[in-house]
């Protein structure tokens, strides 16, 4: 794979253009200015990247693991104002894979598993360090997480039974509730998690059959209810709530669709997405960016103003982006040897 010199790496790894609208009156039409954004090439060619998370203050981390018996084992880096991507220490953990993140103000969780169990790790924005968390009570493997602006964080994990486990953090992840199990989806895949509080939050499934599960809760995870979703929706693969609002990702028996619900999953309205979707992420309720693939298997990203979906111009993004990740200001994504940013 061919390497970004030097220069470019150090000056032009980030290229943001504002998004501007001319609404004209004679006709009515919208025109959206293009977004375009360059790829800075990962620290490790040997680790491949697998998780980006971006604090609400805008400094942004991005994460892999790699089980090989030679060479390291983790590695890390993150985003300084300037927009340079720079080396991080990262904890060493055997057997492990950090798969999900999520941030609050000045910090974030990230969250996978290890040959013990559950593994998560703690980005310190401030100090620019990254520290092993402690981790729920037996859990075997972090599958998502979401955190608010305060110091509370949800996890899903897998429990013994294969049932999924939720589990909060009141204090930034010193200490853990005791899991509660959501036993309708024993044996299920979690393929996307949000809460709007620690007692309110939403998890979509996959079946072993391949059916579409989306679970709710407004008791912590006491009890659940399946949530009624389109029948023409076939996963869910990313999800993100403020409040009572969330967006997502989801495919469709009809093509992938970037959609939105006022009121917590009781109705949802999308838009159709020209290429496929991994993952979501929102400055705010009415602008997102969706990270995933185009036709021919290579990158793709799509920023979402209100309902107009437009696909940025990418550089040096040799394979498809599998994660993205939004401060108040700045969104970044991921692919296995590439990191980018924007500011959409």
Request: glycine letters at 10%; hydrophobic letters at 40%.
């Amino acid at each position: 794979m061919s390497r970004v010199p030097a220069s470019a790496r150090a000056t032009g790894q980030f290229v943001a253009v504002v998004v501007a609208s001319l609404a004209l009156a004679a006709c009515g039409t919208v025109r959206v200015a293009l977004a375009h954004a360059s790829g800075t090439p990962s620290i490790s060619i040997s680790v491949p990247l697998s998780a980006i998370a971006c604090t609400a203050s805008n400094s942004c981390l991005a994460v892999g693991t790699s089980s090989a018996s030679v060479g390291p084992t983790s590695v890390g880096e993150y985003r300084l104002p300037g927009g340079r991507w720079a080396p991080i220490a990262v904890p060493s953990s055997s057997s492990s894979s950090i798969v999900t993140g999520s941030c609050r103000l000045h910090d974030c969780l990230l969250g996978g598993a290890q040959s013990s169990g559950d593994l998560l790790w703690t980005y310190h924005a401030d100090a620019h360090t990254v520290t092993s968390s402690p981790v729920p009570a037996g859990g075997l493997g972090v599958n998502a997480i979401s955190c608010d602006a305060g110091r509370s964080c949800a996890v899903i994990d897998t429990g013994a039974g294969t049932s999924p486990r939720l589990s909060v953090t009141p204090d930034g992840g010193a200490t853990w509730t005791t899991p509660h199990v959501i036993d309708a989806a024993k044996g299920d895949v979690v393929t996307a998690f949000a809460c709007a509080s620690e007692f309110h939050c939403l998890v979509a499934t996959t079946t072993p059959t391949g059916a579409l599960n989306l679970f709710a809760t407004s008791d912590g995870g006491m009890s659940w209810s399946l949530t009624t979703t389109p029948v023409t929706w076939t996963a869910l693969r990313s999800l993100h709530c403020r409040a009572r609002r969330c967006v997502a990702v989801v495919s469709s028996t009809t093509g992938d669709r970037f959609v939105r619900t006022t009121n917590f999953g009781e109705r949802w309205r999308g838009v159709a997405l020209a290429h496929g979707a991994n993952a979501v992420a929102c400055t705010a309720f009415a602008t997102c960016v969706v990270a995933g693939l185009n036709g021919t298997s290579g990158a793709w990203l799509g920023i979402v103003h209100g309902r107009t979906v437009t696909s940025a111009t990418l550089q040096y993004v040799p394979s498809p982006l599998l994660g993205v990740a939004c401060g108040s200001r700045v969104c970044a994504a991921v692919g296995v040897t590439t990191v980018l940013a924007l500011a959409p």
